[in-house]
């Protein structure tokens, strides 16, 4: 059973950045795809990944609203999964879940169907 763990997150003023982080304990990642999902204050979480990276990390899609400002990253070394978010937007409000599902194809899938594990979310503020 895979359980993800999810940090970094926090409250930021609009412009700012952080970096939010997927791990896992007793299972290397490296062998899934990792996916980031958010769902904002009243909200259902939404279908579609923020952003998410194959298993070898040779495939990354992120979400047009956060092309250029967010990166996705991994170091299956260190069995670590990142989310850089730069130039912060109070429409970034959200809770953030790191999710997971293994299938080498290659891509990721951007839709939540595929994610077969899900962390508890860290919660991302930005707000002045």
């Not at 952080?18 to 204050?41: D, E, H, K, M």
């Not at 599902?101 to 594990?117: L, M, P, R, T």
Request: some cysteine; charged content about 15%; overall charge positive.
């Amino acid at each position: 059973q895979l359980q993800l763990v999810e940090s970094g997150g926090g409250l930021v003023q609009p412009g700012g950045s952080l970096r939010l982080s997927c791990t896992t304990s007793g299972v290397t990642l490296n062998s899934y795809n990792i996916g980031w999902f958010r769902q904002a204050p009243g909200k259902e979480r939404g279908e579609e990944a923020v952003s998410c990276i194959s298993s070898r990390g040779g495939y990354i899609y992120s979400t047009e609203s956060v092309k250029g400002r967010f990166a996705i990253s991994r170091e299956n070394a260190k069995n670590m999964v990142y989310l850089q978010m730069n130039s912060l937007k109070p429409e970034d409000t959200a809770v953030y879940y790191c999710a997971a599902y293994s299938f080498d194809n290659g891509v990721c899938a951007n839709i939540e169907h595929y994610y077969k594990y899900w962390g508890q979310g860290t919660r991302v503020t930005v707000s002045a």
